[in-house]
């Protein structure tokens, strides 16, 4: 956040005492037509003066002219046209603030000088032309659904930018604009004839006179430099977690609030929600400090922006009767007049300040509801609650559990208001599931009596309620004895709690807007925006700490994360929802949605598995140091592992060497093998990723992965195709041979030219393809062709490996391939990072004689203990045999789906480690690769986590934990064909 802006700072103020109805005005500042350059003009300008060609695509704007320039090679700018009204001082000005937003932290288009130098060139219509940066990203405006984040993002800038243009001056600020708000009755009064729609008309000078008579009764509001028009249209998207501003052409002095309003209007316009106009002036307030009269002038200002939205709209179209952009937007702005009229002032007064932790009218103080009520007294029923540990949400009577453990302990408990409640949330649905709480409960061990918190009217509401009213605040209290209706003040009794059979007592806590007689309790997140609006948040009321935004906080950890990460992290989706729990095969969200997770073969007992737990925290409360000390942990892990690998291939393996990742057990594993073998020369297939270490890196052949990797990769690694059956250059039942006689002829080849392979390493199941199994005899074949040269074969079982293919413990085993050295992680440490490698000793015993391995974490007491419960879970559990019942329904669901939907090309793999292959022609195997983006993207409202692989990804990856069942796996069909039947639709 940047830093805050108190009111007393302000450079200086104005009073909105000052604002009435005014005659008609003939201000021709307000009547702009836009600048007469057309495209082939505007085309003509970048030659001259930029020496730029391109193609140019013109953008809306009101009373300027704006294209978007491609050039050539790719590379994007704004050309911008002003009204000729603008002046070279102005311009110079728009400028100086856009240094001013950039240098805050926030992206600003800046300007591409001339040939000549200059920021911008003067026409002899006497408009500015000027090229400008342009931010990618695409404009909130292009979010097709409108939420709590969007809101909250405009707040966020909005703030932000007045912060940033904090006592900044220049002369060219100094303007007479019709957006100016403190100019808004003039405008309308100058502009209204044009509106023919009578009514409309009626609605405008109602309104516009209703708001500026509202604005007569405050005092002084903070005046500095705003941007004006900080509307869904010019904050961007930038990427990184970075928005970015554009278009300062309405910057100048205005009231601060103004910025504030203008950016709810913007809310107002996309959804009509009281709640999110809130969420965005809490953003704002974050950045800046609002007085009590801005807070009160917020609304009729917002009335005030629709009704200048309005006029000036119609005034667009009678003098630039052909200006589509004025005319497109003649509906959506006539929304935001429309919804802000609905909307008491008061009321959203109340709204505004509640959020803030203010009481809903200046100048009172709230007394307690109930004795000993206060934030102690919160039970919190959100994902991450402590009280949800090891699936309990699941449990019927979870949340009143929590509830009667805190009365044990403090005699009175509070529920939140806004919560996604988790014991609410069922399993993967594509009907999201209303667990968003509307409502405050309190509780109490014993006899409960309600206190006045503030003075108002006591209100019969039905049968056990009563409404305690003032003015726009109506607070419903649900569950109570009422002796007698009148008018009550502050710290008055209004009544004793019924109890219950148990002697607790309990009352339902409610701030009704509207429709006073529904009950609304609870909501979907998607309906939270509207659902909220007329059940806001009582909470400052009660004196309890509002519960956290689940959309302030993903907001927040997604711009931590890339500010954290940059741009070489890797994310999943392009609005990752925010993860704050796992349980088995489900990930939650912090809207408290069950996802079904069906990519995460790092976690192969399931997700915060119980008895992984208890082993983890028993050791880390005995005993971690690193490996070099000696304690019973290290050789119980390794032991376990050697055994494992020894029941495929019995008496082969005789150590294993633990290590951190994947990464680090290849690595391990390609110097063992260069070591023992005397020789350096890697043989591996394309398209493979092994990881991010040096040589794991140099042997990972991926374009995808590594985009680099054929320009990078070192003359040691040496490449054969990937043995896949199904795209490969060889195909057909003698594929198999075929592949393999190619890494025979690359052996023999390297032989010849004395410089022998010393090692072969592949997946056993080809993971970056989608889970491909080589063809039949390849892997065996190739294994003993390695070592009959003197040569290593390595088996990359990172992926595939500890049971996961449901046929076979271990990849290779299930192709009868005999291995040398075999890697394993991601099952193996259930997230938790731990890697091993397990070979022969006379491979080791090559190693130790260049030199001690050791590594500080690897092999620790708690990495090892980690890893036995591990490999001991997926025995005692029989995860290897549920891997193949449950892989066997999918199997059977996708050839299924295939049977019906062209785009399956095929079903690769087994078990637990399938891929669904989708291609736009079964014959040319054209990959669809845009549309499995499209099918990820769509598949996470169903509840589903499943992302792309492959070099094309065009390949749906299912290797999901393996406690996964048949109905985890028809959920997914389903969805799946609901989608896929779309995309065809769509076609």
């Known amino acids: 956040m940047m830093g805050r802006v108190d009111g007393d700072e302000c450079r200086s103020h104005v009073s909105a005492g000052r604002f009435a109805m005014v005659a008609a005005s003939s201000n021709d500042n307000w009547q702009r037509v836009r600048p007469d350059v057309d495209a082939a003009a505007a085309a003509a300008l970048l030659r001259v003066h930029w020496g730029i060609e391109g193609e140019l695509v013109e953008l809306g704007s009101q009373q300027d002219r704006n294209y978007l320039v491609t050039q050539v090679d790719g590379t994007t700018a704004v050309l911008k046209i002003d009204n000729a009204a603008t002046t070279a001082e102005e311009v110079d000005a728009q400028l100086y603030a856009a240094r001013l937003i950039d240098a805050a932290g926030l992206a600003a288009a800046t300007p591409l000088p001339t040939k000549a130098g200059e920021d911008a060139v003067l026409l002899p219509s006497g408009s500015h032309a000027r090229l400008q940066s342009f931010l990618p990203g695409g404009t909130l405006a292009e979010v097709p659904s409108f939420s709590e984040y969007e809101a909250r993002s405009l707040g966020d800038v909005a703030g932000a930018v007045v912060a940033a243009l904090k006592g900044a001056e220049h002369p060219g600020f100094t303007r007479e604009l019709q957006w100016d708000l403190r100019n808004a009755a003039e405008v309308v009064a100058a502009l209204l004839d044009d509106v023919t729609d009578e009514a409309r008309r009626a609605v405008v000078k109602a309104e516009t006179k209703s708001a500026a008579k509202a604005l007569a009764k405050l005092g002084e509001l903070p005046v500095q430099i705003i941007h004006g028009d900080l509307t869904d249209d010019n904050v961007v998207r930038v990427g990184g977690g970075m928005l970015g501003v554009i278009d300062l052409g309405d910057v100048g002095s205005g009231w601060r609030v103004a910025e504030l309003a203008v950016a709810i209007a913007s809310v107002l316009q996309r959804t009509g929600s009281l709640n999110l106009a809130a969420a965005t002036v809490a953003e704002f307030a974050e950045h800046v400090e609002l007085t009590d009269d801005e807070l009160a002038a917020l609304w009729p200002l917002v009335r005030l922006r629709g009704a200048t939205l309005v006029v000036s709209g119609w005034n667009q179209l009678r003098i630039d009767a052909d200006n589509e952009y004025a005319a497109e937007r003649m509906e959506s702005e006539w929304r935001v007049l429309e919804a802000a009229a609905a909307i008491d002032d008061e009321l959203a007064l109340a709204v505004f300040r509640t959020t803030l932790g203010l009481p809903h009218r200046p100048g009172i103080e709230y007394e307690r509801l109930a004795r000993g009520l206060g934030s102690k007294a919160i039970v919190a029923l959100a994902p991450e609650a402590t009280e949800f540990d090891e699936g309990a949400w699941l449990r019927s009577g979870a949340a009143d559990d929590a509830i009667h453990e805190r009365l044990e302990r403090r005699q009175i408990a509070a529920t939140r208001w806004g919560e996604y409640r988790l014991d609410r949330a069922a399993t993967p649905s594509p009907q999201a599931p209303e667990s968003r709480a509307l409502f405050i409960d309190v509780i109490a061990a014993g006899p409960l009596e309600l206190i006045a918190p503030f003075a108002g009217a006591l209100e019969y509401a039905g049968e056990d309620a009563v409404d305690l009213v003032d003015g726009p605040v109506r607070l419903r209290l649900r569950g109570l004895r009422v002796e007698d209706v009148a008018s009550v003040e502050a710290g008055d009794l209004v009544g004793t709690a019924r109890r219950s059979k148990d002697g607790t007592s309990r009352v339902r806590v409610q701030w009704i807007a509207g429709a006073a007689e529904e009950q609304l309790d609870w909501c979907t997140a998607a309906k939270a925006a509207v659902a909220a609006s007329l059940r806001p948040d009582p909470s400052t009321m009660l004196g309890l700490e509002p519960a956290p935004s689940a959309i302030a906080a993903t907001r927040r950890e997604r711009r931590r994360r890339d500010a954290a990460l940059g741009k070489a992290s890797e994310r999943y989706y392009l609005s990752p929802p925010l993860i704050v729990r796992g349980w088995g095969q489900y990930l939650i969200d912090a809207e408290a949605r069950p996802l079904l997770d069906l990519v995460n073969n790092v976690t192969a007992i399931g997700h915060s598995h119980p008895r992984l737990e208890r082993a983890a925290s028993a050791q880390m409360r005995l005993l971690n140091t690193n490996s070099r000390f000696l304690y019973g942990a290290y050789a119980d892990y390794a032991e376990a592992l050697v055994a494992r690998a020894n029941r495929a291939w019995p008496g082969e393996f005789d150590v294993a060497v633990p290590v951190n990742s994947g990464s680090e057990a290849v690595d391990l594993a390609l110097r063992m093998a260069q070591v023992f073998s005397g020789r350096r020369g890697v043989i591996v297939p394309r398209e493979a990723y092994h990881g991010w270490t040096f040589a794991s890196d140099a042997v990972s052949t991926s374009a ?108 290779a085993a299930m192709q009868d391939a005999r291995p040398d050295i075999i890697c394993v992680a991601k099952a193996a440490g259930n997230a938790f990072p731990i890697g091993a490698v397990i070979t022969r000793r006379e491979i080791l015993d090559a190693l130790a004689d260049e030199g001690m391995f050791f590594s500080s974490a690897a092999g620790t ?47 690769h793999g087994i078990g637990l480690y399938q891929g669904v292959e989708l291609v736009r022609d079964r014959e040319t195997l054209e990959p669809a690769t845009e549309e499995v983006a499209l099918l990820c993207e769509r598949m ?17 990856k299912f290797k999901p934990p393996m406690v996964i069942d048949e109905a985890d796996v028809d959920a997914f069909a389903d969805a799946l064909d609901v989608e896929l039947a779309r995309l065809t639709a769509e076609r």
């Open 704 to 811: 995808f992965d590594n985009p680099s990797a054929a320009e990078n990769r070192p003359d040691w690694v040496h490449l054969v195709d990937a043995p896949n059956a199904y795209r490969g250059p060889f195909r057909g039942e003698d594929a198999g041979e075929q592949y393999l006689a190619q890494v025979r002829e690359q052996l023999d080849s390297l032989a010849a030219e004395g410089r022998p392979a010393g090692a072969f390493i592949c997946e056993s199941v080809l993971g970056n393809a989608g889970g491909v199994i080589p063809p039949e005899g390849y892997l065996a074949g190739v294994y003993e062709a390695v070592r009959a040269q003197g040569g290593v074969a390595i088996a990359d079982e990172v992926q595939v490996g500890l049971g996961r293919l449901g046929a076979a413990y271990w990849g």
């Open 861 to 907: 007491p708690l990495s090892s203990v980690v890893g036995r419960t591990v490999l001991d879970v997926i025995e005692d559990e029989r995860l290897q045999a549920r891997a193949a019942r449950v892989g066997a329904r999918f199997s059977a669901r996708m050839s299924e789906l295939a049977q019906r939907h062209e785009w399956i090309g095929a079903v």
């Open 940 to 956: 996470l409202p169903h509840g589903m986590i499943v992302q792309p692989a492959s070099e094309r990804q065009n390949v749906l």
